[in-house]
């Protein structure tokens, strides 16, 4: 079992940039592929991309790949998800999720989630 908690958002305008982070509560963190997802007011929640646990394989969403990097550290327990270039559409709560095998589907089921971090970009 393993506790996630994300990090690092806030208000940016359009054009800038973020660099959120998933803190693992556990070394099991490492074993673990990480998920990040986003929801924004009234719609569904969205797959933004994924990460194998020994960061090898990274699957983006095709809405925000060649804009956001994920990478991870696992000797931190932690993964990062370099957000560049925003747009007011990227306005969302963001979570990260850990699940045990990696997956690029975005209708894999994750077995953790953190509580999310409020993104705002404004335009």
């Known amino acids: 079992q393993v506790q996630l908690a994300e990090s690092g958002g806030g208000l940016v305008q359009a054009g800038g940039s973020l660099r959120l982070s998933c803190a693992g509560s556990?070394?099991?963190?490492?074993?673990?592929?990480i998920g990040w997802f986003r929801q924004a007011p009234g719609k569904e929640r969205e797959f933004v991309g994924t990460?194998?646990?020994?960061?090898?394989?990274?699957y983006y969403a095709a809405s925000v790949k060649g804009r956001f990097t994920i990478s991870r550290d696992n000797g931190l327990n932690t993964v990062h998800l370099q957000m560049n270039s925003l747009k007011a559409e990227d306005t969302a709560v963001y979570y990260c999720?850990?699940?045990?095998?990696?997956?690029?589907?975005?209708?894999?089921?994750?077995?953790?989630w953190g509580q999310g971090t409020q993104v705002t970009v404004s335009s």
């Open positions: 999720a850990a699940r045990a095998a990696f997956s690029d589907s975005a209708l894999s089921e994750y077995d953790y």
């Open positions: 556990t070394r099991t963190f490492r074993n673990y592929a």
């Open positions: 990460i194998s646990w020994g960061g090898s394989r990274i």
